[in-house]
């Protein structure tokens, strides 16, 4: 038995009579125990669920497939990844020692140890944290297997790498500067962030949830999509949904932390539960653009696999008005999907040659030197990025710091990611930025035509960032700081989105 997730096609409703449902036709097929519906038929409002779960062999899913095919999408569940750049620790064996510049010893670090194969591919091997000492014990025989060691710290400090059977790792502090700005906001071109930037924009963030965190209070969590189901409560143990939504939306409190993009947009966080099926990051992209009206959605998730079920989940989204954006992938290779649609606008990651400490793991994350698909004496693709003609721009998206829900507090913590997961949301709240000073983004109406004017400021803010069209697109969306008013979507366009 497997689980199929069916939905009408776009094509076919138009002919199907007012009271057709495909529950009840559905339930009309069950006859044996080859074919049953899953789940509640109604969502949480009580309308009936544009998605049906079943389980069928091979016989059920023939039957489903010669009464439905012509009307329904019937999918197997594909599995959607965070898109994380080259993140990856033993039991006794290699002591690692874990220290900062002052010798203290860290914590509570993931440690991840890379081997090589007879074949010379590197691999992980094991994965763990350090004890309250600071060491960890790495099952790892004999030590000259060991390649190189990524250290992750919990808060404060950047991730570091070593190579060889390193039995000490030093990890550098963050430093936080006065004005609370990254190089990924300079590059974006800010000189300054207000509390109120990005005020009349609505960000939708589909994600593993936002965790609890003092820079986040502001942060609307909408609820749980898993397995078709919906939860109001949040699942608020993700560090990655937790950091995406800090470079969208954080206001640093205290000594530490860096600004969030756009701070005063309203941030709406759609947390998808378990394996991210498309099923349920369609459902919340739904929720998010029919029932609170978002303008933007960032999905920083990826899949080799094209869904037809979430393609009109992002077509009826465009409809609406909304655009969403989506990282590339972190898999040196094509571009996945969603952000391979051509409605979606697919971000590649850069990095800075200059923007993150030498010695760190973010620094080794792009090329040393200037090469032929890249001119420019700043920037570079990250290793990791996918890219291709599907690039519609490039967002910085190595080595940037945002907040972290452990230590599971109310404080939280900062660290340090890598991916066109990090990059994807830097654009989308620069793009919010840019909306929020047009006079003319308020009053548009919510369908099509609002959709492809938040495409032509996106175009209008693109400045190339001497990369290949194929690594950057259009380039890297940047703020005038001595304009009040960025591009509003009219004039004379350098080329489409898509």
């Known amino acids: 038995m497997k689980i199929l997730a069916l939905a009408v096609r776009r094509a076919a409703r138009e002919s199907l009579s007012p009271d057709w449902n495909l529950a009840d036709r559905v339930a009309s097929l069950t006859t044996a125990d080859d074919l049953a519906l899953l789940g509640e038929v109604n969502d949480e409002d009580g309308e009936p669920k544009p998605i049906l779960l079943v389980k069928a062999d091979p016989d059920g899913e023939q039957r489903l497939k010669e009464a439905?095919?012509?009307?329904?999408?019937i999918e197997e569940g594909i599995p959607h990844h965070p898109q994380?750049?080259?993140?990856?620790g033993f039991n006794a064996g290699f002591q690692i020692d874990v220290v900062n510049t002052n010798g203290d010893r860290l914590r509570d670090c993931r440690v991840t140890v890379f081997t090589e194969s007879d074949e010379g591919k590197l691999s992980p091997e094991v994965n763990g944290r350090t004890d309250w000492n600071g060491s960890y014990e790495a099952a790892v025989h004999p030590a000259d297997r060991i390649k190189q060691i990524i250290v992750n710290p919990i808060d404060g400090h950047w991730s570091a790498v070593a190579?060889?059977?390193a039995s000490r790792v030093v990890c550098l502090p963050i430093e936080y500067p006065a004005d609370r700005l990254g190089w990924w906001h300079r590059s974006l071109g800010f000189e300054a962030i207000s509390a109120d930037q990005g005020a009349g924009v609505k960000i939708g963030v589909i994600d593993q949830g936002c965790g609890q965190h003092a820079a986040l209070q502001h942060v609307q969590r909408i609820g749980t999509f898993g397995q078709n189901a919906y939860d109001p409560e949040d699942s608020d143990d993700s560090n990655h949904g937790t950091h995406v939504c800090g470079i969208v939306s954080a206001i640093p409190k205290g000594d530490v932390g860096f600004w969030g993009i756009a701070p005063g947009a309203e941030l709406y966080v759609a947390a998808i539960s378990g394996t991210h099926y498309q099923w349920d990051i369609a459902n919340a992209l739904r929720t998010l653009v029919r029932k609170h009206g978002v303008d933007l959605v960032n999905i920083s998730l990826g899949a080799r696999t094209r869904s037809n079920i979430l393609v009109e989940a992002i077509l009826d989204a465009q409809e609406r008005g909304c655009l969403c954006l989506a990282a590339a992938g972190n898999e040196s290779g094509p571009?996945?999907?969603p952000a391979n649609f051509e409605s979606v606008v697919a971000v590649s990651a850069v990095g800075s040659r200059?923007?993150?400490?030498?010695?760190?793991?973010?620094?080794g994350r792009i090329p040393d030197a200037i090469d032929a698909e890249s001119q420019s004496a700043e920037f570079a693709l990250a290793h990791f990025s996918c890219k291709g003609p599907e690039i519609n721009c490039c967002g910085p998206g190595v080595g940037i710091v945002s907040t972290r829900s452990e230590p599971f507090d109310e404080e939280g913590g900062w660290w340090d990611m890598s991916g066109t997961s990090m990059a994807s949301p830097a654009v989308c709240a620069t793009l919010a930025v840019g909306l929020s000073r047009?006079?003319?983004f308020a009053d548009l109406p919510r369908d099509a035509s609002r959709n492809s004017f938040i495409r032509k400021v996106l175009e209008e803010m693109c400045e190339s960032v001497g990369l290949v069209p194929h690594h950057q697109g259009l380039g890297m969306p940047r703020v005038d700081s001595s304009d009040a008013r960025p591009p509003d979507g009219a004039g004379d366009h350098r080329g489409e989105v898509r």
């Open 163 to 165: 190579f060889g059977a």
């Open 68 to 73: 439905l095919d012509d009307i329904v999408w």
């Open 84 to 88: 994380i750049g080259g993140r990856g």
């Open 354 to 363: 200059w923007g993150v400490p030498a010695g760190t793991f973010a620094a």
């Open 438 to 440: 047009s006079e003319e």
């Open 335 to 337: 571009v996945l999907w």
